[in-house]
């Protein structure tokens, strides 16, 4: 771990609590082709392969609930496109109105701030809503960079984003730890060379075997307080 001296940290599940906001957009959405909205943590099993994976898995299981046959025949995909775009929509309409920053996350920033610790944030999320929800709670500052995915290729697990991190900061990928809460996020780091940090209490919290990573900790504040006294400063 001495060998580190730059942190990629996850959005979704890792700094920011979002589930909120994206489940009231997927009931949205559903609520537009008359099915029945799904609970939160329904939901929140869905998610992690992107808008479109997401709501063809959330209408199957609104199908099911409503007693409907499956929806395979139902929804072509452009109407799965179109349903994707009444969800996106919806969204972006709410964003920020109902996410939180995790207890302890703005003080964790702040403190690798201080110590001179390089930090970039990689998330799946599209860049525009990521960068909004940085900005809408001042924290974009504490990053150098944002890294989204241009591709359904770039999404983790794949190790793009970390391999371009590690370019922008002018390190190996072996100096970067990505904090993160899924196995998205611990194959990505996997994938790269990089060091597999775990949070509990994301978005992967129902998983019942998780992929082993590095080292895990209750949430971003515990992993920061844990980790920075074994970081080193990026050279300059």
Do not use: W
Request: include cysteine; glycine fraction near 6%; charged fraction near 15%.
């Amino acid at each position: 771990m001495h060998n580190v001296v730059a942190l990629a940290i996850d959005l979704d599940g890792t700094l920011m609590d979002t589930e909120a906001e994206i489940c009231a957009a997927v009931n949205h959405a559903l609520a537009t082709v008359a099915l029945p909205p799904l609970a939160q943590e329904q939901i929140v099993r869905l998610t992690g392969a992107g808008s479109h994976r997401l709501m063809r898995a959330a209408l199957a299981l609104a199908h099911a609930a409503a007693g409907l046959p499956s929806p395979r025949p139902l929804c072509t995909d452009g109407q799965l496109d179109g349903l994707v775009e009444v969800f996106r929509a919806h969204y972006q309409a709410i964003l920020g109105t109902r996410t939180t920053l995790y207890p302890g996350a703005r003080a964790a920033l702040q403190m690798l701030a201080q110590q001179g610790i390089a930090c970039v944030c990689v998330t799946n999320k599209r860049e525009d809503d990521a960068a909004l929800l940085l900005q809408r709670f001042a924290v974009d500052g504490y990053f150098q960079a944002l890294f989204a995915p241009a591709s359904e290729a770039e999404r983790k697990p794949s190790p793009v984003m970390l391999q371009r991190a590690a370019a922008r900061l002018g390190i190996a990928t072996s100096a970067l730890a990505l904090i993160g809460d899924s196995d998205n996020d611990v194959a990505s780091a996997r994938a790269a060379g990089a060091v597999a940090i775990r949070v509990q209490g994301g978005y992967d919290r129902f998983n019942p075997a998780p992929l082993p990573a590095d080292a895990q900790f209750a949430d971003l504040a515990e992993a920061v307080a844990a980790l920075l006294p074994r970081l080193s400063k990026l050279p300059a």
